[in-house]
């Protein structure tokens, strides 16, 4: 390793919380050896516990204070002069090289192509991904006075609007680094209000990415059009929608964003995130409420913005003829809404029994982050997919 234990030890000495913090990342899941490891223990400690890093506590926390005396006279001399960007650099260097060769080494023992192959591939994409993610955070804290005192842009000018009725109480739309779910029963129409808020994002501007895990690609031109011509939209505006088909479950996040990091995407829209690639487990759930929190965290990183959607349980699915659904009604896991900043609740109408046959769709605002709950019921013909807001009530949390 081409870090000094003389580097190692000094390289947060009298640093901000925040530098202790971006050193803490990179060190923790690092393999060293004696005495590196050592080092490790003591400086995690220390930052977890104490917040901090000095040469008082290193001589708290060395098992052989004695043995380390004159190294830590040597720190002393050297506090003022660490190149604590010089020591980040070393850090992220050897994480890497930590991180390829152990990728070579089992793409070696793997001479033919399988899937031991590609969940190899997929986990160093992760890993080296995580790593840049890592690499770029700025995460300087910021103190309250000065917090209040900073400018205030007008970000609903970069929300993207949903048209549904709703974007007055979201302040103009869904804005960078957030996430909008829309929950529905199976053909209740999650996948075409999808399509219609990819249109109207490239009509408004936006570079948007349809990423489709479940439709083809011929499908999709077709519903295009039809939203085009519901929306009285030119297809000129389609020079800022791209599309691609994933194949479902076998398609991991940190590739969909591989394709969009290159063409600098303003929106993306999942359909869907429950058919991403997990690995499947008695923790099912959990993993998709991680995969979700994952989600939005490389939205905010990119100053993207989210839109996805999820099935009804079983019990949505019988309520959905009769009730409104809400929060409690998403399949696999409660998890995933929570991490959300919007989850909208699509209602269609009965197929049977009072109410059927009309073409009111109910569009309830199940969670949001900005304000109170809300309904806005709406005309929406899943054929040719004219969707027109109708005024409602309040409907108060």
């Given at each position: 390793?081409?870090?000094?234990?003389?580097?190692?030890?000094?390289?947060?000495?009298?640093q901000?919380?925040?530098n202790l913090?971006?050193?803490?990342?990179i060190?923790?899941?690092?393999?060293?050896?004696p005495?590196y490891?050592?080092?490790?223990?003591i400086?995690?400690?220390?930052?977890?516990?104490?917040?901090?890093?000095?040469?008082?506590l290193?001589?708290?926390?060395l098992s052989?204070p004695?043995?380390?005396?004159?190294?830590?006279?040597?720190?002393?001399?050297?506090?003022?002069?660490?190149?604590?960007e010089?020591i980040?650099e070393?850090?992220?260097?050897y994480?890497?090289?930590?991180?390829?060769?152990?990728?070579?080494?089992?793409?070696?023992?793997?001479?033919?192509?399988?899937?031991?192959?590609?969940?190899t591939?997929?986990q160093?994409s992760?890993?080296?991904?995580r790593?840049?993610?890592?690499?770029?955070?700025?995460?300087n804290?910021?103190?309250?006075?000065d917090?209040?005192?900073?400018?205030?842009?007008?970000d609903?000018?970069?929300?993207?609007?949903?048209?549904?009725?709703?974007d007055?109480?979201?302040?103009?739309?869904?804005?960078?680094?957030?996430?909008?779910?829309?929950?529905a029963?199976?053909?209740?129409?999650?996948?075409?209000?999808?399509?219609?808020?990819?249109?109207?994002?490239?009509a408004?501007?936006?570079?948007?990415y349809?990423?489709?895990?479940?439709?083809?690609?011929?499908?999709?031109?077709?519903?295009?059009?039809?939203?085009?011509a519901?929306?009285?939209?030119?297809?000129?505006?389609l020079?800022?929608?791209y599309?691609k088909?994933?194949?479902?479950?076998?398609?991991?996040?940190e590739?969909?964003f591989l394709?969009?990091?290159p063409?600098g995407i303003?929106?993306?829209?999942?359909?869907?995130?429950?058919?991403l690639k997990?690995?499947?487990?008695?923790?099912?759930?959990?993993?998709?409420?991680?995969?979700?929190?994952y989600?939005?965290g490389?939205?905010?990183?990119?100053?993207?913005?989210?839109?996805?959607?999820?099935?009804?349980?079983r019990?949505g699915?019988?309520?959905?003829?009769?009730?409104?659904?809400?929060?409690?009604?998403?399949?696999?896991?409660?998890?995933?809404v929570?991490?959300?900043?919007?989850?909208?609740?699509i209602?269609?109408?009965?197929?049977?029994?009072?109410?059927?046959?009309?073409?009111?769709?109910?569009?309830?605002l199940?969670k949001?982050?900005?304000?109170?709950?809300y309904?806005?019921?709406?005309?929406?013909?899943?054929?040719?997919?004219?969707?027109?807001?109708?005024?409602?009530?309040?409907m108060?949390?």
């Amino acid at each position: 390793m081409d870090i000094s234990p003389s580097e190692f030890f000094s390289a947060g000495l009298d640093q901000t919380l925040n530098n202790l913090n971006k050193l803490a990342v990179i060190i923790r899941d690092l393999t060293f050896s004696p005495p590196y490891d050592l080092f490790q223990q003591i400086f995690i400690h220390c930052v977890d516990i104490h917040k901090r890093w000095t040469i008082d506590l290193l001589k708290d926390h060395l098992s052989n204070p004695d043995k380390f005396e004159a190294f830590i006279k040597l720190l002393d001399v050297q506090r003022n002069e660490t190149d604590i960007e010089l020591i980040l650099e070393k850090f992220y260097s050897y994480k890497l090289q930590q991180v390829t060769e152990k990728f070579v080494t089992r793409l070696t023992n793997n001479t033919v192509w399988s899937e031991q192959v590609e969940d190899t591939i997929s986990q160093f994409s992760t890993q080296l991904t995580r790593l840049i993610r890592d690499k770029k955070s700025e995460t300087n804290p910021i103190n309250g006075i000065d917090l209040l005192e900073l400018p205030r842009p007008d970000d609903s000018q970069v929300a993207v609007p949903l048209q549904l009725g709703f974007d007055d109480i979201l302040q103009g739309g869904v804005h960078p680094g957030e996430v909008l779910l829309y929950l529905a029963p199976t053909n209740g129409g999650k996948t075409s209000v999808l399509l219609r808020q990819a249109v109207i994002a490239a009509a408004k501007g936006f570079k948007a990415y349809y990423a489709s895990l479940e439709m083809g690609l011929d499908v999709i031109a077709q519903r295009i059009e039809t939203v085009l011509a519901a929306l009285h939209l030119d297809k000129s505006c389609l020079a800022n929608l791209y599309v691609k088909q994933y194949p479902s479950k076998q398609t991991s996040i940190e590739e969909v964003f591989l394709d969009t990091d290159p063409l600098g995407i303003n929106v993306l829209l999942l359909d869907y995130l429950d058919l991403l690639k997990v690995t499947r487990s008695q923790q099912y759930w959990l993993e998709l409420e991680d995969l979700t929190a994952y989600f939005r965290g490389m939205l905010v990183e990119r100053k993207m913005i989210g839109f996805s959607a999820s099935q009804t349980n079983r019990e949505g699915i019988k309520e959905s003829k009769h009730a409104i659904l809400g929060l409690e009604s998403v399949s696999n896991s409660v998890g995933k809404v929570f991490t959300a900043d919007y989850v909208i609740s699509i209602n269609p109408p009965p197929v049977e029994g009072p109410g059927s046959g009309s073409n009111i769709t109910n569009f309830f605002l199940a969670k949001n982050r900005r304000g109170p709950k809300y309904m806005q019921s709406c005309t929406f013909d899943l054929g040719s997919l004219q969707l027109e807001p109708i005024i409602a009530d309040y409907m108060p949390t």
